[in-house]
C-alpha cells in the first residue's frame, strides 16, 4: 500500500459528511478501509469527533441576545447621528468656501469699481481690497501660529460655550 | 400575469443579497432576525474558541456590533454564516492581541468547570446526568486539543462547514484544514479512546 493511497484515503474521509463524494471514490474507500486499519481507525475517529461535537448543544440565554440586541440598536442611533453630523459639517464647509469665494469675487469688483470712480491704478486697488479683505483673517493666523499658547484663553472658550448653552435654554 | 413575466424574467433576489442590502442600510430589524437566527451558532463557535462563557458572551456582543458597522463589507456572494464567523474569528483574535497571552488556552478559566450547558427542556435525571457525563467527556477531550485544531473541529464537525468556507472563514489554504482537521482529530484520539473503552 502506497503513501497516496492512505493520503487519499484521509482526504475522502475528511471530506466526508458535507462535501459529496463521488460514488466510484465511496467505493474505493470503502475496498481500502476494509484493508488498512489505520484509515479504519482514522474514519471512526472522524465519526466520533462528529458525534461528539454534535452532542451537546450550546444555546445563547434570551439575556445574552436582548443585551446584544439593544446594543446593536443603541451603536446604530450612533452611527445614524454621526452620520447626519458629517453630512452637516460636509454642505456647511461647501456653503462656506461657496460664499468665500463669492465675497472675494465681489470685493475684487469693488476694488476695481473704487479705482474708477477715484481714478486710481486698478491693479493697485483691487489687490489692496482683496488683502484688506483678507487681513483681519491673516492677522488671527499669524498670531495663533507666533503665540505657543492658545489665542483664546480656556475660560474665555468655556465662557464662549457657557453663554451658547445659556442661550440655547 | 405581468407580475409572472416580470418575475421570470428577473431572478429571485437570494437570502444573501436581502442580507446584504440591508446591511448595508443598517436596518435594525434585520439585524434583530439574524441574532435571533444565528446566536446559537455564533457563541458554540466563540465558545469552543476561547473555551470560556464569559468572555465567549462579550466576543458574541462585539461580533454583532461589528457586523452592523461592517455590514457594508459583506457582497452577499458567500454565505452569511461563514462571513459572520469570520468576524467572530477575527473580533476573538483582536481580543487576543489585546491580552496577548501565547495561545488561545490561556484564555480558558480554570475554575469555569462548566462553559458548555445543555438544552433547557425539563430534562429527566437520567438525562441531566448522561448530559452531565458527555460534558465532561466533551470538555476533557476537547481541552487537549490545540486552539488551532478545536477551530476547525467544530467549523467541520458542528457547523458543517465545507473546507472552502473554513480555508476562506480562516484565511488559510484548503490543504492546510485539512491538515488541522486531521492533527485535531488524531489529537483527540487518546480522550475518544479513553471514553470509549
Redesign the interface.
Known amino acids: 500500500m502506497t503513501n497516496h493511497e492512505h493520503e487519499r484515503a484521509i482526504d475522502i474521509i475528511t471530506q466526508g459528511g458535507v462535501e459529496d463524494i463521488e460514488t466510484a471514490d465511496a467505493a474505493w474507500l470503502q475496498s481500502h478501509l476494509a484493508i488498512c486499519s489505520e484509515c479504519a481507525e482514522y474514519a471512526s475517529l472522524v465519526q466520533s469527533t462528529g458525534e461528539l461535537l454534535r452532542s451537546v448543544a450550546v444555546t445563547a440565554s434570551p439575556a445574552l441576545v436582548a443585551t446584544a440586541q439593544a446594543r446593536v440598536h443603541a451603536r446604530a442611533e450612533q452611527l445614524r447621528e454621526h452620520q447626519t453630523r458629517a453630512v452637516l459639517i460636509a454642505v456647511s464647509f461647501c456653503i462656506g468656501v461657496l460664499s468665500s469665494t463669492v465675497s472675494a469675487w465681489l470685493w475684487w469688483r469693488f476694488g476695481g469699481w473704487l479705482a474708477g470712480r477715484l481714478s486710481l491704478p486698478g491693479s493697485i486697488v483691487e489687490p489692496g481690497i482683496f488683502v484688506a479683505w483678507l487681513l483681519p483673517a491673516i492677522v488671527i493666523a499669524v498670531a495663533m501660529l507666533a503665540s505657543s499658547r492658545p489665542v483664546l484663553d480656556r475660560s474665555v472658550t468655556l465662557a464662549v460655550l457657557g453663554e451658547r448653552e445659556g442661550g440655547r435654554q | 400575469m405581468v407580475a409572472t413575466a416580470f418575475s421570470s424574467l428577473v431572478p429571485m433576489e437570494t437570502e444573501e443579497a436581502q442580507i446584504a442590502r440591508g446591511l448595508r442600510r443598517?436596518d435594525?430589524d434585520l439585524?434583530?432576525a439574524l441574532?435571533?437566527q444565528y446566536?446559537?451558532r455564533?457563541?458554540?463557535y466563540l465558545?469552543h474558541l476561547t473555551g470560556n462563557r464569559a468572555t465567549a458572551?462579550d466576543l458574541?456582543?462585539e461580533t454583532?456590533?461589528r457586523?452592523?458597522?461592517k455590514g457594508h463589507l459583506y457582497d452577499g456572494r458567500n454565505r452569511f454564516v461563514t462571513w459572520l464567523m469570520s468576524i467572530g474569528h477575527n473580533v476573538a483574535i483582536d481580543h487576543l492581541r489585546k491580552r496577548s497571552p501565547s495561545s488561545l488556552d490561556e484564555m480558558k478559566d480554570p475554575e469555569d468547570g462548566a462553559p458548555?450547558?445543555?438544552?433547557?427542556s425539563d430534562p429527566s435525571p437520567f438525562e441531566v446526568a448522561s448530559?452531565r457525563q458527555?460534558?465532561e467527556?466533551?470538555d476533557a477531550?476537547?481541552s487537549q486539543v490545540p486552539p488551532l485544531f478545536r477551530e476547525v473541529?467544530?467549523l467541520?464537525?458542528?457547523e458543517?462547514?465545507?473546507?472552502e468556507e473554513i480555508a476562506k472563514l480562516i484565511r488559510i489554504p484548503v490543504s492546510t484544514v485539512?491538515t488541522r482537521?486531521?492533527r485535531?482529530?488524531?489529537a483527540?484520539?487518546p480522550a475518544?479512546r479513553g471514553g470509549?473503552q
Open positions: 443598517r435594525p439585524l434583530d441574532i435571533e446566536q446559537h455564533l457563541l458554540r465558545l458572551e458574541f456582543q454583532w456590533l457586523v452592523l458597522e458548555f450547558e445543555p438544552e433547557a448530559a458527555q460534558h467527556l466533551f477531550a476537547l473541529l467544530v467541520r464537525f458542528q458543517q462547514m465545507k473546507l485539512k482537521i486531521y485535531g482529530v488524531m483527540l484520539r475518544l470509549t
